[in-house]
């Protein structure tokens, strides 16, 4: 079964279009994440949400919005999108924010 | 402004020789130090460390942490080709993770 899970695997669109990740996570876990990895491997922490509420905003642009329908699922919204924002997003859900279970991963070109 | 800074960026290295991986960290009110291993996709979890001096391993790799000089170290011993990863280490403090850059280990057969 799979923990932590992304759609889609592989995002590829232009400049301007809004576009939407989806995660979710059958551990039922109170608290999950988006993270951003750039192209330098580097892991960089967006949101956070425990138990549908909002408790980490980093400094991301507006254009990023998070939306936690149920304590499962915490999909991430990208509206009017950059060419910088091509990057690898991850989910995470934790029971504790010390351990973290990571989903697979969605790739994002912007072109 | 935390940080988490990791050496070296990369490596390469032959099967069975025996690597270190630095990590040092500046993060407020820090709780503990984890290390992830980051092949083809997600990160997975190797270790937590939340206290000094207290060795922590699982099968070839073991890991330590000085919370006084502010760094750990990621030993790995008798390397395998199935070890090259990014290796990735993050300071853990309230609800967030703050990650270093990664090292990137190859390991050549």
């Known amino acids: 079964d799979t923990a932590v899970s992304q759609t889609p695997k592989y995002l590829v669109t232009q400049m301007g279009n809004d576009k939407s990740i989806k995660c979710e996570q059958n551990?039922?876990?109170?608290?999950m994440y988006w993270y951003k990895q750039d192209s330098k491997k580097f892991l960089k922490i967006m949101f956070s949400?425990?138990?549908?509420?909002?408790?980490i905003n980093e400094t991301v642009p507006n254009r990023f919005s998070p939306k936690s329908p149920d304590k499962a699922h915490l999909n991430l919204h990208i509206n009017s999108l950059e060419l910088g924002d091509s990057a690898v997003y991850f989910c995470?859900?934790?029971?504790?924010?010390?351990?973290?279970?990571f989903g697979p991963g969605t790739r994002l070109l912007v072109l | 402004e935390d940080k988490v800074v990791q050496s070296p960026l990369s490596l390469v290295v032959h099967e069975g020789d025996t690597v270190t991986l630095n990590c040092s960290y500046e993060?407020?009110?820090?709780?503990?130090l984890l290390w992830y291993k980051q092949e083809k996709k997600a990160p997975t979890f190797l270790f937590m460390l939340?206290?000094?001096?207290i060795e922590k391993k699982s099968g070839r790799l073991s890991s330590i942490l000085d919370k006084k000089e502010l760094f750990s170290i990621l030993n790995i011993t008798a390397t395998q080709t199935g070890d090259s990863a990014v290796y990735l280490c993050?300071?853990?403090?309230?609800?967030?993770?703050?990650f270093g850059a990664g090292t990137i280990l190859r390991v050549k057969s």
């Open positions: 995470a859900s934790s029971p504790s924010p010390e351990t973290q279970y």
């Open positions: 551990l039922g876990h109170d608290t």
């Open positions: 949400y425990n138990n549908k509420e909002l408790i």
């Open positions: 993060v407020t009110n820090f709780r503990s």
């Open positions: 939340t206290s000094s001096g």
């Open positions: 993050a300071g853990e403090y309230g609800n967030k993770l703050v």
